[in-house]
Every structure is written in structure tokens, then in C-alpha cells.
């Protein structure tokens, strides 16, 4: 819903330039200004401009209550729109690049606003946002209240929106010493040390009154940071990049951490929005091939082809235990009729290959030509 309101406000940002013959602004409208409630600074880089930013906003006596609690009618679409145009050209123009509105066709405006309203029925239609309806929501609390009570959960998600959410509800819900962490986090290392002291040598400096026991963060989290303390690992969203998954399992599947298994949950996208984007059978295909390529051992799926094989084992399925590969030639043959094959292509080979030395840089120079230009390949 914070993704559609935003939408629409870009259009309207649009609109407000060419209806006043205004020049258009060309770039990153980022969600800090947009909006003064939420941020989404982890989706895109954070604005740095002579400090007029989301706090300056937020303390804007022009935000009114309808900005604060949701968009939902095209006049406090366009009085909102109204007060960015503003930011955007003034102390923040050099941000963009800015083309005249003399260079569109009229036709543009009415195309703008026909989307914006098609997109404010959508609102409409979704009401406002109830989070004592959000099923999801209610799963994670079960987990760290009920399921694991007593340790430490790590919860990672990709969007600055959703962490403070989550801290806000997992707080309204009784969940102690939980804090979210974003890019936009004046110290997000502190937040790391007061979750994870032991496993940063801060135990001395942290007081157990400020240790604490859930942490959401969004990727800015995922790499660098030591944050064994903990064994338990949310996604509460999935990545689209598989590196970001091993990269969030990485922070605490590393030296120093002393329980005998580190456990991932991951939420999966409903069934019909699976059909469509196909984000898990994405996800683990891609992690199929990660772990063939370097070896990977982590599993963040319980995989079907494993309880198949397990079932077909204890049903004495014949035939379940026989090699696939034994009617392919075992990998030093295969290599051997390599080798083979090219030197009896060309017998000069052998010599110059056994007169190598026994570390030598597998590459040659490239001339360009007509038919090969100059470039790379990798």
C-alpha cells in the first residue's frame, strides 16, 4: 500500500509540473521525499542534501494529518505533490535533472491521472491497514514469543517499511528488548553490539539492561557484521538475489558460534502471488546451482526430492540407491579422452604443455580484428 500511495504521488508530482508549466524533475524520487511517516531508504540510496530530508519534513507543520495516516484522495494527492515540487526545486534541484513540460504532448496529463486513479481504487478498495489482521505479523510474534522465548532471533528483511513495523508491532505485542535496524540507523554497529556482545568482545561495555534479544534489520545488516550470539534466523521476506540469503545466514554461521545448529525460517509468498512470480522456485533453483558450483551445504528449504527419496527408501523402492552416474565415464577418463582427443589433433601439444611451468596464467592477449573488435570476455 506505501508502494502504491507512492506511485501515485509520483505521478502527481508529474502532473503538478506540467499543469503549471513547470520544468519536469528526472530521477530517483526516493521514499524520504515522499513521504514523512515511513522510509524505504534501504531500497534505494539515501538522499545527503543540505539537510532538508525526512526529519525536517517530519517536523513540517504543512504535513497534515491525512499525510501522516495514508493518502487516499486526489486533493491530498496534489497538496502533497505540491509541497515535494517545492523540495525538489529548491534546495534539493541539483539532485535532478529537469526538462521543460513544453516537450510532452497534453495527452500525457491524461494518462498520468487515469493510472493515478486506477491506483487510487486499489486504496480504496484495501482500506486502511489493520495490523491486528496481518496474519503474517502474527506468525512471527508466535515464533519469538512462543517457539523460541528464550533466545536470541535475528529477523532480516529487505525494506526499511517493514523493519520498523515489525519493532513497533513485535513492542505493542509485549516482545521486550527487540529493536529494528535500517540504513538509515544512526549506528547501526552499536545496534550489532548490544544484540551480539559476546561475539564482539563488548560484553564488558554492554549492561544487560540494553542487551537485546530480537533484532530486525534489513540487509545493511547482512555482511560484516558478527552477530553469533544468535542461532535463529528470520527471513521474514525473500531476496530475489541468493547471495543476500547466504550472506544473512553468514551472520551467524561463523566462528565463535557454539550451538550445534543454526536454524532459518522463511516466509514464502502466498500461493497465488507464487504462481505468478515464482519467487521460491526461483530462489532454490538458484541455490541448487550455488551449491554445485562451490560446494554449499546450507539448506533453506526443506527439499521435496529429499522426502521423496527418504519415502521411496523406507518403501524399499528398487533401485533408489543405484548410482545415476554409473553409465557416465568416471571424471579421470573423461578427462584423459580430453587430453587424448587433442593431442592426437595435434601431436605438438604434448611437449609444449609438459614444458610448462607448474603455475602459469591460463591467458593470452588479444588483437582486435574485423571480426573480433576490441572488448572483453568474461
Known amino acids: 500500500m506505501l508502494s502504491i500511495e507512492r506511485h501515485v504521488l509520483r505521478n502527481f508530482v508529474v502532473l503538478h509540473a506540467l499543469e503549471n508549466g513547470l520544468d519536469i524533475p528526472i530521477g530517483p524520487q526516493n521514499a524520504e521525499l515522499l513521504d514523512s511517516t515511513v522510509s524505504d531508504s534501504d531500497a534505494d540510496d539515501r538522499i545527503s542534501a543540505s539537510g532538508n530530508d525526512e526529519d525536517d519534513m517530519a517536523d513540517d507543520p504543512e504535513v497534515d494529518a491525512n499525510a501522516r495516516h495514508g493518502l487516499r484522495s486526489e486533493a491530498d494527492f496534489r497538496a502533497r505533490a505540491e509541497r515535494a515540487y517545492k523540495n525538489y526545486s529548491g534546495d534539493l534541484r541539483r539532485r535532478f535533472r529537469w526538462l521543460p513540460s513544453t516537450l510532452f504532448v497534453p495527452a500525457l496529463c491524461d494518462d498520468l491521472l487515469a493510472d493515478a486513479k486506477a491506483l487510487m481504487q486499489v486504496l480504496q478498495d484495501c482500506g486502511q491497514w489493520d495490523p491486528a489482521q496481518d496474519t503474517k505479523l502474527a506468525e512471527l510474534t508466535r515464533l519469538i514469543a512462543k517457539q523460541h522465548a528464550d533466545e536470541k532471533v535475528l529477523v532480516f528483511t529487505q525494506f526499511a517499511d517493514t523493519a520498523l513495523y515489525l519493532s513497533a508491532e513485535l513492542k505493542a505485542r509485549g516482545v ?56 535463529v534466523v528470520v527471513n521474514y521476506d525473500l531476496p530475489w538475489a541468493i547471495i543476500r540469503l547466504i550472506q544473512r545466514a553468514g551472520r551467524v554461521d561463523r566462528i565463535g558460534q ?9 516466509f514464502l509468498p502466498a500461493e497465488g502471488v507464487e504462481r505468478l512470480i515464482r519467487l521460491r522456485q526461483r530462489v532454490r533453483r538458484r541455490l541448487e546451482q550455488n551449491a554445485e558450483v562451490i560446494g554449499a551445504d546450507e539448506r533453506f528449504f526443506d527439499d521435496e526430492r529429499e522426502v521423496e527419496f527418504m519415502s521411496d527408501l523406507y518403501n524399499e523402492k528398487s533401485g533408489v540407491l543405484d548410482d545415476e552416474d554409473d553409465a557416465e565415464a568416471d571424471l579421470a577418463s573423461y578427462a584423459y579422452q580430453i587430453w587424448k582427443n587433442a593431442t592426437d589433433a595435434d601431436p605438438s601439444l604434448a611437449a609444449k604443455i609438459e614444458s610448462l611451468p607448474d603455475v602459469v596464467y591460463a591467458t593470452k592477449a588479444h588483437e582486435p580484428a574485423p571480426g573480433a573488435p576490441r572488448g572483453v570476455l568474461v
Open 176 to 231: 521486550k528488548r527487540v529493536e529494528a535496524v535500517t540504513g538509515d540507523s544512526s549506528d547501526p554497529t552499536q545496534l550489532a553490539w548490544r544484540f551480539a556482545p559476546d561475539a564482539n568482545d563488548k560484553r564488558r561495555s554492554i549492561p544487560a539492561a540494553d542487551e537485546l534479544r530480537v533484532l530486525i534489520a534489513t540487509d545493511v545488516l547482512s555482511e560484516g557484521q558478527n552477530l553469533q550470539d544468535c542461532a
Open 258 to 266: 557454539h550451538a550445534e545448529r543454526i536454524l532459518c525460517y522463511s
